[in-house]
């Protein structure tokens, strides 16, 4: 069994102990008056607590768009019982991909429809 299951977890495995330690480095050069931290250093920090941010509010909003195209399909009546089951599989295995494709031909087709009536 691999403690690591995939390239990202790897990457958050590592961000969670980078992290501390340019923590630690910058607020002991800097409080110490020990060795200042270089310039690009302090940048290249804030650019790390940047990239974070920006991958916390991607995984928010995936799995907000999941969840509602999963909300969707529970309210949404199929003409046959083995598409919601086949949507159901797309959506559970494809996640992000999968409730793309939901989107795409179910969620948008119903809208055009009601417009075209």
């Avoid at 958050?12 to 992290?19: A, E, H, N, V, Y």
């Avoid at 501390?20 to 270089?38: D, E, I, R, S």
């Avoid at 690009?40 to 995984?59: E, M, N, P, Q, R």
């Amino acid at each position: 069994m691999r403690f690591f299951n995939s390239e990202k977890s790897i990457m958050r495995f590592l961000m969670l102990f980078t992290i501390p330690l340019f923590v630690f480095y910058f607020t002991n050069g800097l409080l110490c008056n020990q060795l200042q931290a270089p310039e690009f250093s302090i940048k290249l920090f804030v650019l790390l607590i940047c990239a974070i941010a920006i991958d916390i509010l991607w995984g928010v909003s995936v799995f907000v768009f999941w969840a509602y195209m999963f909300y969707h399909w529970g309210i949404h009546d199929f003409a046959n019982k083995k598409y919601k089951i086949l949507w159901f599989l797309v959506m559970s295995l494809g996640i992000f991909v999968g409730s793309w494709f939901y989107f795409i031909i179910v969620y948008e087709l119903k809208k055009t429809i009601k417009k075209s009536e």
